[in-house]
T-cell receptor
Framework: EAQVTQNPRYLITVTGKKLTVTCSQN?????MSWYRQDPGLGLRQIYY???????DKGDVPEGYKVSRKEKRNFPLILESPSPNQTSLYFC?????????????FGSGTQLSVL | KQEVTQIPAALSVPEGENLVLNCSFT??????LQWFRQDPGKGLTSLLL?????REQTSGRLNASLDKSSGRSTLYIAASQPGDSATYLC????????????FGSGTKLNVKP
């Protein structure tokens, strides 16, 4: 089954404790990205990757890091989480090329930073 | 910077009604527009994708239209059912950088039995 898998689904942590949210897709998609969803603000793009070892900032990259060492994986790293990073996070992927590429989403990670 | 707006933020209708959800965007240089459904506690599921060169797409009881020059898209739901209750979001993918996606805040739909 084609899917984007995120882990964990729920995460509670404390300020300053490094954490990683994993994302994996099994569709051989070139494009992967991370979003955060906050009430009233919709989804905002954090980082994206066009292929292995190619990443770039989205609209809200501060406080986040990513890496793309393999095509299927795109982890999101918070080196020193702060309470304003409490949010619902989504990973997404798509193929690229002909204008018909749908964006597929993971189930989300609800992060609370205390 | 692209801004995507969805009005209304919430909508409640009785079962069986036909309804229209609206999405507007400020920059018409889009690559495509996609409508999603989001159920509470779950991810986004793609409903319809319209390429920038298309005017509409249909899937079952859903019909999405796109007027790129005026910066508008609508999602038409025919004969609504309680199972249609969810939040509906639109997203545009930009033509000058198709790594960039911009989302609306969504319309929360409640279909009453």
């Amino acid at each position: 089954e084609a899917q984007v898998t995120q882990n964990p689904r729920y995460l509670i942590t404390v300020t300053g404790k490094k954490l990683t949210v994993t994302c994996s897709q099994n569709m051989n998609h070139e494009y992967m990205s991370w979003y955060r969803q906050d009430p009233g603000l919709g989804l905002r793009q954090i980082y994206y990757s066009m292929n292995v070892e190619v990443t770039d900032k989205g609209d809200v990259p501060e406080g986040y890091k990513v890496s793309r060492k393999e095509k299927r994986n795109f982890p999101l790293i918070l080196e020193s989480p702060s309470p304003n990073q409490t949010s619902l996070y989504f990973c997404a992927s798509s193929s690229v090329g002909r204008g018909v590429e749908k964006l597929f989403f993971g189930s989300g990670t609800q992060l609370s930073v205390l | 910077k692209q801004e995507v707006t969805q009005i209304p933020a919430a909508l409640s209708v009785p079962e069986g009604e036909n309804l229209v959800l609206n999405c507007s965007f400020t920059d018409s240089a889009i690559y495509n527009l996609q409508w999603f459904r989001q159920d509470p506690g779950k991810g986004l599921t793609s409903l319809l994708l319209i390429q920038s060169s298309q005017r509409e797409q249909t899937s079952g009881r859903l019909n999405a239209s796109l007027d790129k020059s005026s910066g508008r898209s609508t999602l038409y739901i025919a004969a609504s059912q309680p199972g249609d209750s969810a939040t509906y979001l639109c997203a545009v993918r930009m033509a000058d950088n198709f790594n960039k996606f911009y989302f609306g805040s969504g319309t929360k739909l409640n279909v009453k039995p």
